[in-house]
């Protein structure tokens, strides 16, 4: 690492502190960018990497509202916009207890680069709070929904800032959220994504994140004359990017045999069919169950609870050759590299935001193997958002065929300049240095041009 590098991250976990996500997040591309710095001084001179870990503007806010029993509530509501140098701040709301200032940034930090890998014009930020929706009821989610929008409505706009949905955040909230802006402004916009289909969402939204991902890796196989068909992969999450991860792997002849949720996880030897797939999607989307119940029902399948504060998680430690981490941050620790590697994994697709440690992440690029991080791997959830607007500014609806031929050739080609930009900077093969140095140049490029703002 170089001089330069060390002193900023000490300056910024100083200037940052107890923001450890935020400080990782910036570490491991400041990791890659330091091929780029040393060619490009003018990046330096203009002091865009202290501009770029810089958000923009960050707005927290009381979000008072009452449960059923008629008592007060409050949590914390955030919405971090980062960098609007390419395109109107774009990222998701994540609702979970875990969400805090430090979480959000990091979020918000990688998706400037993913949304700038994706060739779509969108910048980057992210939003959410640390309420957590399971356990309430319908109305408790409508009431806290409404309360968060009644302050977030003043700051986003279609043309400023359009969230989307992450973590505890789906369908039902999007719409409830999506309601109280009308109401509050009076016009109906393309203000949020991941929208019913009905009131101007976009057909392969839901699908996106986790089509994509198994789209990437199929990209990376590709270049060594190999496809999922036959496969044997680990999928770790049961919600949203899981559920659509396994879709597309049995559609591409691939056998999951692994899913989970906070509690623990399940390993089906025999496979996760279509009609077990179905099990899950209704157990998670409709009933809002827990994965535990999916081996009460299919009794070929194994339950393990999973204890976060073991070195490693036994969900990685199974015969493989895929993994596609699909449920939060930091679930691949440094010895859980190692268990998949010494399984015989050889292709990592994340489809969660930055699952892998620093850790890990040296396991997987000193094993060499296919890793294609979270920034680049689950970029189409929001190229298809970023489709989304455009469908909603034109007034009119793509055919699901249309929308997913754009979301292959989107990931194609985040494929492809991941690929080209490691080779250029003489690390053919490392996705990670590929994804960071495409995805910061187009930013770097567009703040220089804007001046000094
Ligand atoms: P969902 O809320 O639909 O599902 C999240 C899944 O991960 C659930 O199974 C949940 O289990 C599990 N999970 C959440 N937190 C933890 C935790 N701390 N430890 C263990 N398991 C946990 O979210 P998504 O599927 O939308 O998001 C999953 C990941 O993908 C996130 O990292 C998100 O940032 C990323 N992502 C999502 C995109 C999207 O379009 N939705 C786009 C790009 C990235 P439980 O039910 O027990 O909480």
Same mark, same amino acid.
């Given at each position: 690492?170089?001089?330069?590098?060390?002193?900023?991250?000490?300056?910024?976990?100083?200037?940052?502190?107890?923001?450890?996500?935020?400080?990782?997040?910036?570490?491991?591309?400041?990791?890659?960018?330091?091929?780029?710095?040393?060619?490009?001084?003018?990046?330096?001179?203009?002091?865009?990497?202290?501009?770029?870990?810089?958000?923009?503007?960050?707005?927290?806010?009381?979000?008072?509202?009452?449960?059923?029993?008629?008592?007060?509530?409050?949590?914390?509501?955030?919405?971090?916009?980062?960098?609007?140098?390419?395109?109107?701040?774009?990222?998701?709301?994540?609702?979970?207890?875990?969400?805090?200032?430090?979480?959000?940034?990091?979020?918000?930090?990688?998706?400037?680069?993913?949304?700038?890998?994706?060739?779509?014009?969108?910048?980057?930020?992210?939003?959410?709070?640390?309420?957590?929706?399971?356990?309430?009821?319908?109305?408790?989610?409508?009431?806290?929904?409404?309360?968060?929008?009644?302050?977030?409505?003043?700051?986003?706009?279609?043309?400023?800032?359009?969230?989307?949905?992450?973590?505890?955040?789906?369908?039902?909230?999007?719409?409830?959220?999506?309601?109280?802006?009308?109401?509050?402004?009076?016009?109906?916009?393309?203000?949020?994504?991941?929208?019913?289909?009905?009131?101007?969402?976009?057909?392969?939204?839901?699908?996106?994140?986790?089509?994509?991902?198994?789209?990437?890796?199929?990209?990376? +196989?590709?270049?060594?004359?190999?496809? =999922?068909?036959? !496969? $044997?992969?680990?999928?770790? *999450?049961?919600?949203?990017? #899981?559920?659509?991860?396994?879709?597309?792997?049995?559609?591409?002849?691939?056998?999951?045999?692994?899913?989970?949720?906070?509690?623990?996880?399940?390993?089906?030897?025999?496979?996760?069919?279509?009609?077990?797939?179905?099990?899950?999607?209704?157990?998670?989307?409709?009933?809002?169950?827990?994965?535990?119940?999916?081996?009460?029902?299919?009794?070929?399948?194994?339950?393990?609870?999973?204890?976060?504060?073991?070195?490693?998680?036994?969900?990685?430690?199974?015969?493989?050759?895929?993994?596609?981490?699909?449920?939060?941050?930091?679930?691949?620790?440094?010895?859980?590299?190692?268990?998949?590697?010494?399984?015989?994994?050889?292709?990592?697709?994340?489809?969660?935001?930055?699952?892998?440690? +620093?850790?890990?992440?040296?396991?997987? =690029?000193?094993? !060499? $193997?296919?890793?294609?991080? *979270?920034?680049?791997?689950? #970029?189409?959830?929001?190229?298809?958002?970023?489709?989304?607007?455009?469908?909603?500014?034109?007034?009119?609806?793509?055919?699901?065929?249309?929308?997913?031929?754009?979301?292959?050739?989107?990931?194609?080609?985040?494929?492809?300049?991941?690929?080209?930009?490691?080779?250029?900077?003489?690390?053919?093969?490392?996705?990670?240095?590929?994804?960071?140095?495409?995805?910061?140049?187009?930013?770097?490029?567009?703040?220089?041009?804007?001046?000094?703002?």
């Amino acid at each position: 690492m170089s001089e330069y590098i060390k002193t900023f991250m000490a300056d910024l976990k100083a200037k940052n502190p107890a923001e450890p996500e935020f400080h990782q997040a910036v570490q491991e591309v400041l990791d890659s960018l330091e091929l780029v710095l040393e060619k490009h001084p003018e990046y330096r001179s203009a002091k865009i990497i202290e501009r770029i870990v810089e958000p923009e503007r960050v707005i927290m806010f009381r979000v008072p509202w009452l449960d059923d029993e008629g008592d007060v509530r409050v949590n914390r509501g955030f919405r971090i916009e980062m960098n609007s140098a390419i395109g109107p701040y774009k990222g998701g709301l994540r609702f979970h207890p875990s969400v805090n200032l430090g979480i959000l940034k990091f979020l918000a930090f990688e998706q400037v680069f993913k949304n700038s890998l994706t060739t779509l014009p969108m910048g980057g930020g992210k939003g959410g709070s640390d309420f957590d929706p399971k356990g309430k009821t319908d109305n408790e989610v409508m009431r806290f929904c409404q309360s968060f929008m009644t302050e977030l409505a003043r700051h986003i706009g279609p043309n400023t800032d359009v969230p989307a949905g992450d973590i505890g955040v789906g369908g039902r909230e999007i719409g409830y959220m999506f309601g109280q802006y009308k109401r509050l402004k009076n016009e109906f916009t393309g203000v949020l994504t991941g929208k019913s289909l009905n009131w101007g969402g976009s057909l392969i939204r839901p699908e996106a994140t986790g089509y994509g991902c198994v789209y990437f890796a199929s990209e990376m +196989l590709s270049t060594k004359n190999q496809s =999922l068909e036959g !496969k $044997i992969c680990l999928v770790s *999450g049961s919600g949203n990017v #899981a559920q659509f991860t396994v879709e597309k792997i049995l559609d591409l002849g691939g056998k999951v045999v692994t899913l989970s949720d906070s509690n623990g996880y399940i390993y089906d030897e025999k496979g996760i069919d279509r009609e077990k797939l179905k099990f899950v999607m209704h157990l998670k989307n409709v009933k809002r169950g827990r994965i535990s119940e999916y081996a009460e029902k299919y009794k070929e399948a194994v339950y393990s609870n999973i204890d976060s504060s073991l070195p490693a998680n036994p969900l990685w430690n199974h015969k493989a050759d895929c993994a596609f981490p699909s449920a939060t941050q930091n679930e691949i620790s440094g010895a859980d590299a190692q268990n998949l590697i010494k399984n015989g994994v050889y292709v990592v697709a994340e489809g969660a935001n930055m699952p892998t440690t +620093l850790e890990g992440v040296e396991v997987f =690029l000193d094993a !060499k $193997i296919l890793y294609g991080p *979270g920034k680049a791997a689950n #970029a189409g959830g929001v190229a298809v958002s970023g489709l989304e607007m455009t469908q909603n500014s034109m007034r009119l609806n793509w055919t699901r065929d249309e929308v997913d031929n754009r979301l292959r050739m989107i990931m194609h080609s985040i494929h492809k300049s991941c690929v080209s930009a490691a080779d250029r900077f003489g690390t053919p093969g490392n996705y990670v240095n590929g994804a960071n140095i495409a995805g910061f140049l187009k930013v770097a490029d567009a703040m220089i041009d804007q001046g000094v703002v």
